[in-house]
Every structure is written in structure tokens, then in C-alpha cells.
């Protein structure tokens, strides 16, 4: 039982550059979220997905997508990488209703 | 609106010291309440949770009761150790499913 994986772990980027970021949970999670970690702003809700097939935005959603085609997976997506998008981003799961969520190791981005 | 505050730290304390990290929030409805902790380089964990007004929740020994007329929710444990030294986040969780974190508060603890 993996619980929560993010990959990758590490990624230095172009301003411009493209790519994805993926979650998967092993967990049956009905519940999944992306957030983005920066000094002195704490969490903030990126997108979130709450069953196969559907997302939905979250704080700050702009420069990014995300799909979930399978329940297990969610994926986040930069389509032009820009340096204000530097940051950790983490993903987390829940059941529904759950009151716990869990979360991933976390992906360090760093766009130049 | 939904939000959270949590007081600034860093905090450093020495090892068996007494430590309260403050919180308050504004919600509509009626949340629930949590603190997750960060251990460097990891995601965060569930440390404790509170779901209704009066609730303590205990961890780990630590501890936080939901104070609905003070919309707190602080956290506390009466001696801490090394090991205990981590990012503390504050968070609530409205009738949406949508979770609010607060800023986070560093502690280090000192032997």
C-alpha cells in the first residue's frame, strides 16, 4: 500500500516549457486535490476532482489543468511554464466526505 | 468566507518546554478543524482533528479543542522533544469539501 505518490520529485523548467504532473493513489480515494506551496502562503487549492471524470478550481486555478480519467490518478498540467509557477506542489487524496486527507511527498518545481 | 490564521513563527523552544501555537478561523457553517504537521522534506500528516464545537482533539500528546466563541482552535503540548520540530499548519474543512490551511508555524525544538 503506496498511499499517495507524486511524480516526479524534481523538475527544473523554461519559461514557456510544458509538462505534467502526476498523482496516483492507491487507496480508492473518491477525493483528490492539487495545491501549491509557497513561503508565507501556506496550502493553496489548486484544482480538485471529486470523482472520475469531473474537476473543478480551486483558489488559483489559472496556468493549470488537470484531468481524471481514472479514479486513481490525477494529473495536473503547465501549458507554458512561467517562474511565478515556481513551487512545491503537493497532491492529497480523501474519501468522500472524509475529514483526513492524504497527502503525497511532493513535487519541487523550479521554472527559469 | 472561509480562512485561517495561525500565529508567525518561527518558534524555537527548548526540549520539555510548554508550547502553544495560536489559530483562529472564519468560516461559514460549521467547519471542522485540523492540525497536520510537516516533517522537512515530506507531505503533510494528520496530527488531530475536531469535527464539532467543544471537540478536543488529541494526538501524540498534543492537543487542541474547538472553540466555536473564540473561533480557535490552538495548539498545545506540555513538553516537547527533538523530535517533535516540524511546520504546524491549521486548517478547516468546509460543508464543500474544500480544505483552508493557514500559513504554517515552524518550531524547532533545542536539546
Known amino acids: 500500500n503506496a498511499g499517495v505518490t507524486q511524480t516526479p520529485k524534481f523538475r527544473v523548467l523554461k519559461t514557456g516549457q510544458s509538462m505534467t504532473l502526476l498523482c496516483a493513489q492507491d487507496?480508492?480515494?473518491?477525493?483528490m486535490y492539487w495545491y501549491r506551496q509557497d513561503p508565507g502562503m501556506g496550502l493553496r487549492l489548486i484544482h480538485y476532482?471529486?470523482?472520475?471524470?469531473?474537476?473543478a478550481k480551486g483558489e488559483v486555478p489559472d496556468g493549470y489543468n488537470v484531468s481524471r480519467l481514472k479514479k486513481q490518478n490525477f494529473l495536473l498540467g503547465l501549458e507554458s511554464a512561467a517562474p511565478s509557477q515556481t513551487s512545491v506542489y503537493f497532491c492529497?487524496?480523501?474519501?468522500?466526505?472524509?475529514?483526513?486527507?492524504?497527502f503525497g511527498p511532493g513535487t519541487r518545481l523550479l521554472v527559469l | 468566507g472561509n480562512s485561517v490564521t495561525q500565529m508567525e513563527g518561527p518558534v524555537t523552544l527548548s526540549e520539555e518546554a510548554f508550547l502553544t501555537i495560536n489559530c483562529t478561523y472564519t468560516?461559514?457553517?460549521?467547519?471542522?478543524l485540523f492540525w497536520y504537521v510537516q516533517y522537512p522534506g515530506e507531505g503533510l500528516q494528520l496530527l488531530l482533528k475536531a469535527t464539532k464545537a467543544d471537540d478536543k482533539g488529541s494526538n501524540k500528546g498534543f492537543e487542541a479543542t474547538y472553540r466555536k466563541e473564540t473561533t480557535s482552535f490552538h495548539l498545545e503540548k506540555g513538553s516537547v522533544q527533538v523530535s517533535d520540530s516540524a511546520v504546524y499548519f491549521c486548517a478547516l474543512k468546509n460543508t464543500g469539501n474544500q480544505f483552508y490551511f493557514g500559513t504554517g508555524t515552524s518550531l524547532t525544538v533545542i536539546p
Open positions: 468560516a461559514t457553517g460549521y467547519p471542522s
Open positions: 492529497a487524496s480523501s474519501y468522500w466526505g472524509g475529514e483526513t486527507q492524504y
Open positions: 487507496m480508492n480515494h473518491e477525493y
Open positions: 476532482s471529486v470523482g472520475e471524470g469531473t474537476t
